[in-house]
């Protein structure tokens, strides 16, 4: 099991997008997802991005876009649609379509709608896949509808720890991490966290996704990670860690990070680290 996916994606080309003879010149792109109760789109600081989701309490599924492009000639609306892939291979539309302003000089553009409910036939349990373009393709994910709130039942997890280490691409094994409150931007390349959770004793293995995320110090989404929680039988504790980053220091901006992760959605941890 991979303990980190980023579910990103990215288009590294430059890609011209139209939209009433206005253009912009995208360099990277991402969307994500985040469960919504109704229409009205809720603020940033609301959204919990995830790519799993369940079939009993998801009402609506809303998209986020963010487009980094070349400096606007002038201000626009762009719009985004999505298609959302059922696990039978239907193709859906999206409800809506997202009307990403670009404002004039622009480098980062953001924008979210409502896309897609479970319809009259319901939330079916599998993996999905959602696209979305504007005159050229904008993103890709896919994201997991399960059967209930639990991969494992009824069993009940409780956070206990959480801790931040220095790591690389690949994740340090539990008895090489150091953990530190605060990390140098000079010499920080990739940063890890570790979730320690507790339960009752299980009679069987299992697995739950957890997803994390990291909030920059001026507010924007650093990036998703996801990874699973192994439960083994006669164990009543045990750790996840995942991580983010550069290959090269220099790149994270100075100041605290929000670290938020959750389980189908719902958060489990809200903790920070700094970097000065």
Not at 18 to 44: C, D, F, M
Not at 219 to 247: K, R
Request: glycine share 12%; net charge positive; aromatic share 10%.
């Amino acid at each position: 099991m991979r303990s980190r996916r980023r579910v990103l994606a990215f288009l590294a080309n430059l890609v011209p997008a139209v939209a009433g003879g206005q253009s912009i010149s995208l360099t990277e792109s991402s969307i994500r997802l985040y469960e919504q109760e109704g229409g009205t789109v809720p603020n940033e600081s609301r959204r919990v991005y995830t790519s799993y989701f369940n079939t009993l309490r998801t009402r609506y599924i809303g998209v986020a876009v963010t487009l980094e492009h070349a400096a606007a000639p002038a201000a626009f609306t762009l719009p985004i649609g999505c298609q959302m892939t059922r696990p039978n291979g239907a193709v859906v539309n999206g409800l809506f379509k997202i009307g990403a302003r670009i404002a004039a000089g622009s480098t980062r553009t953001n924008g979210a709608n409502l896309m897609f409910g479970a319809g009259k036939e319901g939330w079916q349990a599998g993996l999905y896949k959602v696209t979305c373009a504007a005159s050229r393709p904008v993103g890709e994910m896919a994201f997991q509808m399960s059967p209930g709130p639990s991969l494992l039942g009824d069993i009940e997890l409780r956070l206990s720890q959480v801790r931040f280490f220095p790591t690389g691409s690949r994740i340090s094994p539990a008895a090489q991490r150091t953990y530190l409150p605060r990390f140098s931007s000079a010499e920080a390349t990739h940063i890890g966290i570790e979730l320690t959770f507790v339960q009752p004793v299980p009679g069987k293995s299992g697995e739950v996704p957890v997803d994390c995320y990291y909030l920059t110090p001026s507010g924007n989404i650093l990036g998703t990670m996801t990874a699973a929680y192994t439960v083994e039988p006669g164990v009543a504790s045990g750790t996840v860690a995942m991580g983010m980053g550069w290959d090269q220091p220099g790149q994270w901006d100075k100041g605290d990070y929000l670290a938020i992760c959750q389980i189908h959605g719902r958060p489990v941890s809200v903790d920070r680290f700094n970097v000065w």
